[in-house]
């Protein structure tokens, strides 16, 4: 039986996408039933792809492999029989779940996406040359220093002593659930003397305020109020409530931020976004069909034209944004994080339990993805969410 939902990948050129897209391609495989279809540009390509359902699309020679592959994504409505009903992955979105097909079912507009992990405001500078992200990028390397000299945390790097820190975080947070017991160990901490044994797990000296495990390696350094240091040497301020960095402009110090995209997309094409704030959508997934060639064309078409204008950065991200404000679908629904978990290996407000799955609250509730969109760090062993997703090939 020929299937009527298809998922799609793009790739061009590049072989790290190319291999990015040949591990991704049997865990989907494995756990979908609906049909795979990879577009590409062989012409571009000096790797093979390892599938048997691939479309080759040739694409501008004038474009280089980057601009190539957008050209492919917002352009699949060209490409691909518009009866069938189609949902796009990039390549580094891996299925984790037998629900993964479950994504067809979902459909609030003419084409569905799922929300993106910022704003507009925090995406501008990655989407044009305006000067922003440079100028946030040398404060950042300032502090970076400034933190390496005074919290000596930052050195440490082991991914398995990183997954003791884990585990004593989340030792010390469960250990607050029951006031009885956490009174207990701090009368405890005061009675010791110098080694204070939290568990059988891990212990705390006093005198050099460093928790170690049980083997004795060290798994971190106690520098509490280390931030003072840095405010005397610095213009750099911590958000005690907030918990980070401001500069000089008394916002955050490591997330660039401006409004100068909302005000290149209405001076380039004349449309007005009123939300400054508004949460973009992601691109990295995304449900369409005949319903969405509108949208789709309006896309590749302003993708097209920022290609040729350098004060855009190669991004289609910029260009959807415009698009959904444009056809007025800003306030549409989007599609559940379980479709496309950004599994963010540098965002320490993720907490990943193999068990329980994913949390952003202080383990306050877990959800387990069908997907995971794992866009730093794809492939890093030692950290547990790869090798979790490792260990799904094996069973």
Known sequence: ???DKFFVFVVCGEDKHIDTLNFSLPYLRRFSKNGIIVVTDFSRNTKDIQHDHILNVKTPEHLDHHQASIFLKTGLHKFLDMRYRYCYLDTDVIAVSTEVDSIFEQNYGPVTFAPDHCNIKNFSPSAIFCGCLENKKNKSEILNRLQEKYNPNLKITDPIIKEKLNLLVKALLESKKNPLQYMCKVIRFFMSKRIFHF?????????????HSKDGSIVAYDVRGFYKKIEKESFFKWHKKQKYWLDD???NAYIASCDHLVDTIKIKFNIDITDYNWQHWNGGVFLFDKDSIDFLENWHNMTMVIFA????????QGTLIATVWKMGLQKQKTLSEKYNFLADYYNKNIIFDIERGFSKDNMKTFMKPYFLHVYHEFGRKGWPVWDYIESLSEN
């Open 1 to 3: 039986m020929t299937p």
């Open 199 to 211: 568990n059988k797990e891990f212990y705390y000296d006093k005198k050099l305020k460093i928790w």
């Open 249 to 251: 402009l008394h916002e």
């Open 309 to 316: 204008d350098s004060k855009w950065r190669t991004r289609d």
